[in-house]
């Protein structure tokens, strides 16, 4: 369940079906890139970059679109972590929100981290930053999770 207010949601509040979010942790050497969201939901907090999918794209397209447009990075699509759904309701019990969020891992290729409009702020963090960060559940777990992974197929090679 996602911690928004109901009276924080943009155009997609009381939505007939949900909509499609790609998230990414971008990796450049030990560190991961956040965003500070500039928009609803979570206005202010720090979250990884992504967005909505868009009609006739792939969830990979998806992915490396969004970093493109939040950071200004080319990155490269590496793994996919898993599926989250944020889905909130209100005190009536009907719902308010519903995103499926996919997330996957990437790796930094080119380009020097800028926020769009999209973002108040953007910066390279490290996971020893990350129980200061005030990052929703799932997004702190996510990172976690790709760090793992990358670590795992850091070790193979």
Do not use: H, Y
């Given at each position: 369940m996602s911690e928004e207010q109901p009276g924080d949601l943009d155009q997609r509040s009381y939505p007939d079906f949900p909509f499609v979010g790609v998230g990414v942790v971008v990796w450049k050497d030990d560190?991961?890139?956040?965003?500070?969201?500039?928009?609803?939901?979570?206005?202010?907090?720090?979250?990884?970059?992504?967005?909505?999918?868009?009609?006739?794209?792939?969830?990979?397209?998806?992915?490396?679109?969004?970093?493109?447009?939040?950071?200004?990075?080319?990155?490269?699509?590496?793994?996919?972590?898993?599926?989250v759904d944020s889905i909130q309701k209100d005190e009536k019990g009907e719902i308010v929100f519903h995103a499926t969020l996919i997330d996957y891992s990437g790796e930094w290729l080119s380009g020097d981290a800028q926020a769009s409009s999209d973002a108040q702020d953007i910066a390279w963090h490290g996971l020893d930053d990350l129980k200061d960060l005030g990052l929703w559940r799932e997004t702190e777990r996510i990172i976690r999770e790709s760090a793992e992974l990358r670590k795992l197929k850091h070790r193979a090679k």
């Open positions: 560190k991961f890139l956040l965003i500070q969201r500039g928009k609803q939901p979570r206005q202010g907090q720090w979250s990884i970059p992504g967005g909505r999918q868009e009609l006739g794209e792939t969830v990979r397209e998806t992915a490396a679109r969004e970093v493109l447009e939040e950071t200004g990075l080319s990155i490269e699509v590496t793994d996919f972590l898993d599926v």
